[in-house]
């Protein structure tokens, strides 16, 4: 039995179809109690200022936040006894708004993107008093991803080499929290970065208009280790969504636009290191298997020795419902 909610944070990792003589293994943020990646980060930046003294339950914080963030922070103050407000670009999707008013928080939003959403909540806070949160430079962001999405990684791959982690980027914590540990295991692991085809700042420089929600904010976050990056692929929102809708009419896998981009890279990424010669397993459902957790985890009996690409897929297809993903 759990004792909060909050224990109930952790993903499995599951095998996509990959090109011929590779595996592609995806983690499924989705699994988490509020639907994406960003439970950890939340639940970490709340604790981490509760043990430094920062803030104790009753008091209230404010975050800037395309939503996954914001969802995370509000099952987290829901959890602790805190009151949030939201400042969130009224572009996001009806789910993300409904969703952090069923928790509890107060939302505000602005006609704009993510640096106008942050110099409001900036605003809010000196206004009000508010915690602020600061999920772009609060380090315990990416430190969430280092104790938690990787050591998951590390227990569910059991032993295999890794040769490839493919992530998208938002606040880079979790790219950098998540590749920092997985190098420390497997150091010639490459690190390969997506980000939006609009809005490509760490390609060009130069930020743009995109529709992803939750990757690529315009600007380069403090929580981005760019050292770790060895490759930046850049997807369309439109083969993003192509790809999402894919993966779920064909493998069952409900996702959002940025898991689409980042299994669309991980493939890309497979593709370049694949080895035809090996016999690598690909997707398959044993009936035999269904009620046996080794034969789920495992997958098959195939060579460890092909190359192994994993990917993080952020959050659920649920909250993308009413943006026409799924149409």
């Known amino acids: 039995m759990k004792d909060s909610i909050l224990d109930a944070i952790g993903t499995p990792l599951v095998r996509l179809t990959a090109p011929e003589g590779a595996t592609i293994a995806a983690k499924l943020e989705g699994f988490n109690p509020a639907g994406s990646a960003k439970d950890r ?57 409904q969703l952090l008013r069923a928790y509890g928080a107060d939302l505000e939003l602005v006609d704009a993107g993510m640096e106008t959403a942050n110099q409001v909540a900036d605003r809010v806070a000196a206004d009000t008093g508010a915690f602020r949160v600061g999920q772009f430079e609060n380090p315990a962001n990416p430190r969430a991803h280092y104790r938690t999405t990787a050591e998951e990684i590390l227990d569910q791959v059991e032993g295999r080499e890794i040769d ?32 939006p085809e609009a809005n490509a700042v760490l390609s060009t420089g130069e930020s743009g208009d995109d529709d992803f929600q939750g990757m690529g904010p315009g600007f380069v976050s403090d929580n981005l280790d760019r050292e770790l990056i060895d490759t930046v692929e850049t997807v369309a929102v439109d083969a993003a969504e192509a790809e999402t809708r894919r993966l779920a009419r064909e493998e069952g896998v409900l996702v959002g636009q940025s898991s689409g981009a980042a299994a669309l890279a991980a493939t890309r990424t497979a593709e370049r290191i694949a080895d035809p010669s090996l016999d690598c397993p690909d997707v398959s459902f044993d009936a035999d298997a269904v009620g046996d957790p080794d034969a789920i985890a495992d997958g098959g009996d195939g060579p460890d020795d092909c190359p192994l690409v994993v990917t993080i897929l952020p959050d659920t297809g649920e909250r993308y419902l009413s943006a026409g993903v799924f149409d």
């Open 41 to 97: 980060p939340a639940r970490e930046m709340v604790l981490a200022a509760e043990r430094a003294g920062e803030i104790q339950p009753g008091d209230q914080l404010v975050e800037a936040t395309s939503g996954n963030t914001g969802i995370g922070l509000a099952l987290t103050a829901a959890a602790r006894g805190y009151d949030l407000t939201i400042v969130m670009p009224a572009s996001m999707s009806t789910e993300r708004k």
């Open 164 to 195: 490839a982690l493919v992530a998208g980027v938002g606040t880079g914590g979790t790219i950098t929290g998540t590749a920092t540990r997985l190098r420390e295991a497997h150091p010639e692991m490459s690190v390969v970065a997506v980000e």
